[in-house]
């Protein structure tokens, strides 16, 4: 395989592809619903974004504005959110085929440019299955959770982990 890919945006007709990588990537403790997918998708301050070699789709990230510090329960179908303090990143996936390529990263950025370009600053997720070292290579760090936090941080499973970062100014996309 080429080492090009396309960064875009997210569509509903992605969801079948997106719903069979999550099961390759993820136990099934983790898998979610269409649904849980489309109410992301349908959020007004989405940066859901997909990453493509020609139709097939390679990775995706599920990315949205949500209130600092509060992430949505896993596998809840979520409303429209009060307000947008940060960009919380809810799920990155890459498929068996497109492992080792960037794509990962190349999504991360593209997501920090949707989420600036909608006055967000700060990135928020929790890291699952063993992930908080690749996500410590992206720039993101480890937070302190207590009370609410904690609990819903622990729903993801016991080495969950609440990390954040800020986004950079300007665009980090060469």
């Known amino acids: 395989m080429s080492a090009d890919f396309l960064i875009d945006n997210l569509r509903v007709t992605d969801l079948p592809s997106v719903l069979s990588i999550q099961s390759e990537s993820y136990p099934g403790y983790l ?3 269409r649904q849980v997918f489309l109410s992301r998708l349908s959020l007004k301050n989405s940066c859901c974004l997909a990453a493509r070699e020609g ?3 390679l990775g995706y990230m599920i990315a949205h504005g ?3 510090d ?8 979520v409303e429209m959110a009060e307000q947008s303090d940060v960009l919380f990143i809810h799920d990155l996936a890459v498929s068996n085929s497109g492992r080792g390529r960037g794509i990962g990263k190349k999504l ?6 949707c989420a600036r370009s909608k006055g967000m600053t700060v990135a928020q997720l ?14 993101f760090t480890e937070a302190q959770t207590a009370g609410n936090l904690r609990a819903k941080v622990r729903e993801y499973g016991a080495d969950a982990r ?4 800020l ?6 996309n060469s």
Not at 126 to 139: I, M, P, Q, S
């Open 126 to 139: 929790v890291a699952v299955e063993g992930a908080t070292r690749y996500w410590r290579g992206l720039g």
């Open 108 to 113: 991360v950025e593209h997501a920090f440019d």
């Open 162 to 165: 609440w990390m954040s970062r």
């Open 31 to 33: 898998v979610e619903s």
């Open 66 to 68: 949500w209130q600092a």
């Open 167 to 172: 986004i950079p100014a300007g665009s980090t």
């Open 55 to 57: 139709e097939l789709l």
């Open 70 to 77: 509060d992430p949505p329960p896993l596998g809840i179908v």
